[in-house]
């Protein structure tokens, strides 16, 4: 939330967010949960199936930008229902 590419007016909602996973959900030991965070830009666009997931950071491409389009978040989210791969952590998509 403070690499800059986020546009700024989602910026309070994140923060909020930021402090709930950090103050509350991290710590929460007796449900399966799991914290999928978009990257900087969630926008329409086309399903490419070709994005990366990642952790704590923000994941960029190569012109700096952080994105993916609504669509692959979809995809993503929807193979981690199917399929889990997280469990009591963050992870976060971009292309």
Known sequence: MDA???PEFILPAVKALAD???KDLIAEKTIDW???SPAGNLEP???TGKFR???DD???NEAGESKISVQ???MAMIDEVEKPAH?????TIGY
């Open 53 to 55: 997931l990642g952790k």
């Open 34 to 36: 799991i914290f999928f």
């Open 45 to 47: 666009g086309l399903r």
């Open 20 to 22: 709930f996973y950090l």
């Open 4 to 6: 800059g590419v986020m």
């Open 87 to 91: 469990h009591h952590e963050r992870f």
């Open 72 to 74: 692959d978040y979809a």
């Open 58 to 60: 923000l994941i960029v």
